[in-house]
């Protein structure tokens, strides 16, 4: 009996449990602890956004352009809602904000830090969220799990921490992640920002050094040679060192100083050391770094003003390339975020979308778009206008025969 019980085992077709061998492998190394991000956030802040106007303003640029596109909702059965809680939370989220200047922080987190953090207020796991608020990327730190999905979240303020869990299953939490793609980070993002910092810097060192320059004067630095003639002495003393480099300073540098002629008393003679400008090609590697950095932002570098950067034929051309190539796939992104995490929040689990026909830009190719479709004979009426993204015709019931 014992050994028909093992045959019939051995015989026995075996089940396989799947699982992703990833996961376990990507966490297990920081399990139950914060995750501190690779690199210092507040320098990508300080250097990137607050002392570089190109940066500053291709961050700007993306995120007012992606905020102010409307949202739509839509219900399980396919239709538009006009009104919904979910449309009246995403347009006043909380009290400090309304919803053009929430999405604004997203977008602009995500184009610095390459994290975007959502926080919803709920009363508990099976209310509607009444609030969302956007916190700060450098405040928080992720707490991997042993499922490769985070553990947690940790907010750090004030010496204050705040610990949110998160379902070691599916990873859901009250704690929204939205991130971009990093080849070499399981839980943090590779901002646009950090893959700039280089361009960033020379930028902000070619301006450092302009400004440099205009401090003394506009006029390239040089040397006070001593020529020591007859009956003078075959040196300075360290008082009358001293001394002229006082009056230099006081007289003969500065804004202020600029032009003011140089006066040379016994035996000092001038002599240029520095390269002019022009020599350094010092105006022409600024607008090439400046043109780098629009190129990691994915804005065309005429839209921001570049000299010499006629990219696209015309302004509306280089408009439209932004917004399909860089503005909708962060929509996209942001979007399809917020609607796998907040939706299913609510009871009737409605679908969130943006509207593109809102865009100014995207005028002209959808009019073109249109003319297409309402060209093709072959199609019927409610064909055209699944094609062009709308729901077929309410059509009135017939009247019955008497």
């Not at 207020?121 to 928080?140: G, W």
């Not at 907010?155 to 204050?160: D, E, F, K, L, R």
Request: proline fraction near 7%; charged fraction near 20%; glycine fraction near 6%.
């Amino acid at each position: 009996m014992r050994l028909t019980s093992l045959v019939s085992a051995l015989l026995r077709p075996k089940t396989e449990t799947k699982s992703s061998v990833a996961g376990p492998l990507i966490a297990w190394t920081h399990t139950g602890q914060p995750q501190w991000t690779p690199r210092r956030m507040s320098s990508l802040a300080e250097e990137g956004f607050r002392k570089n106007v190109v940066a500053y303003r291709c961050v700007m640029q993306i995120a007012s352009a992606a905020a102010s596109v409307p949202w739509l909702l839509y219900g399980t059965d396919g239709r538009e809602l006009d009104a919904h809680p979910l449309l009246d939370l995403l347009s006043r989220p909380n009290p400090l904000q309304d919803g053009v200047t929430f999405l604004e922080t997203i977008y602009a987190n995500l184009q610095i830090f390459g994290n975007a953090y959502i926080e919803a207020i709920r009363a508990d796991e099976r209310s509607a969220p009444a609030e969302l608020y956007a916190l700060r990327p450098d405040r928080m730190k992720v707490i991997p799990g042993a499922t490769g999905f985070p553990q947690g979240y940790q907010y750090n303020v004030n010496g204050q921490t705040t610990t949110w869990a998160a379902d070691p299953l599916t990873g859901r939490s009250n704690i929204l992640h939205i991130k971009q793609f990093n080849p070499l980070d399981d839980w943090y993002g590779l901002s646009p920002m950090e893959a700039a910092l280089q361009s960033i810097d020379q930028h902000n060192a070619s301006g450092a050094w302009n400004q440099a320059l205009l401090n003394q004067g506009a006029r390239p630095s040089g040397a006070l040679v001593y020529a020591p003639k007859d009956g003078l002495p075959a040196s300075l003393t360290d008082d009358q060192l001293q001394r002229l480099r006082e009056e230099v300073n006081s007289l003969y540098i500065g804004d202020r100083n600029a032009g003011r002629p140089l006066i040379l008393e016994g035996g000092l003679d001038w002599r240029e050391m520095s390269l002019s400008p022009k020599e350094m090609d010092w105006l022409s590697g600024r607008n090439n770094a400046a043109r780098d950095i629009a190129l990691a932002f994915g804005v065309p570098a005429q839209l921001i003003g570049i000299p010499d950067a006629q990219t696209y034929a015309n302004f509306e051309q280089a408009r439209l390339a932004f917004y399909e190539e860089t503005v909708l796939p962060q929509l996209t992104k942001v979007a399809s975020s917020i609607d796998g995490w907040l939706c299913p929040m609510y009871a009737d689990r409605p679908e969130l979308d943006y509207d593109l026909d809102s865009v100014s830009a995207l005028t002209d190719k959808r009019q073109a778009q249109w003319s297409k479709i309402q060209s093709a004979d072959f199609l019927t009426p409610d064909e055209k206008r699944e094609a062009a993204g709308y729901g077929p015709l309410e059509t009135a019931p017939e009247a019955p025969q008497a």
